[in-house]
């Protein structure tokens, strides 16, 4: 059953900390996506990489995050120093986008990693 | 960027009922998910639809591209299909972005 796997799935901890989330994308697929949800912005993307490239990080503050993939099985997204406003669930979701003409793009999404920043 | 407007945003519908969610969105896009997000957070893919009609079980969704909306219908409403469903698109040119709705919240009572 492939499916996007996220770790650690909760994390509270203190301002300034740093803070590190990984996932693991279907096998396969070559476009990994970064999204946060909050209660007020609703769901937004931060960056995303295709072929373990990144392609745009527009959407993430530049300053405190960063994005990863060290290989095609992990795509990592790190916070420091973190901040209370910084709580959010982070969801990462990866999808296969043929090369060439075709637009097909679905998108698979993990359960989430849901960060409390006290 | 692209507006993406859903409605009704709130929806309680008594088990068995039937209900339409609307998506509209404001430009020309390549592609568009349905996607059930259930009382534990997890996002459910529902349906890839860029555009015409599918159906899955209870579930049928429509998308008519040339006027910028799309539908889901559930039929005979359970009460596992309380939740929040979102309309997702990808804008023509937007590589791959998604930009998602607001959501629809559904509350289905037994």
């Known amino acids: 059953d492939a499916r996007v796997t996220q770790t650690p799935r909760h994390k509270v901890t203190e301002m300034g900390q740093e803070v590190t989330m990984r996932c693991q994308p279907i096998l396969g697929h070559n476009t990994v996506f970064w999204y946060r949800q909050t209660m007020m912005q609703g769901l937004e993307l931060l960056a995303y990489f295709r072929n373990r490239a990144p392609l745009d990080d527009s959407g993430m503050p530049k300053d405190r995050f960063s994005a990863e993939m060290p290989d095609a099985t992990l795509a990592t997204l790190k916070i420091q120093p973190s901040e209370p406003r910084d709580s959010a669930v982070y969801f990462c979701a990866s999808g296969l986008v043929p090369d060439g003409r075709s637009s097909y793009n679905e998108q698979f999404f993990g359960p989430g990693t849901r960060l409390t920043v006290l | 960027g692209i507006q993406v407007e859903q409605s009704p945003p709130d929806l309680i519908l008594q088990e068995g009922a039937n209900s339409t969610l609307r998506c509209n969105f404001s430009d020309s896009v390549n592609n568009l998910q349905w996607f059930h997000q259930n009382p534990w957070g997890q996002l459910i893919n529902l349906f890839y639809?860029?555009?015409g009609t599918k159906q899955n079980g209870r579930l049928s969704a429509t998308t008519v591209a040339t006027e910028r909306y799309s539908l889901l219908y559930i039929s005979s409403s359970q009460t596992t299909d309380s939740g929040v469903y979102f309309c997702?698109?990808?804008?023509?040119?937007?590589?791959?972005?998604?930009?998602f709705g607001k959501g629809i919240t559904l509350s289905v009572r037994p």
């Open positions: 639809i860029p555009s």
């Open positions: 997702a698109v990808e804008r023509k040119g937007a590589n791959s972005k998604l930009t």
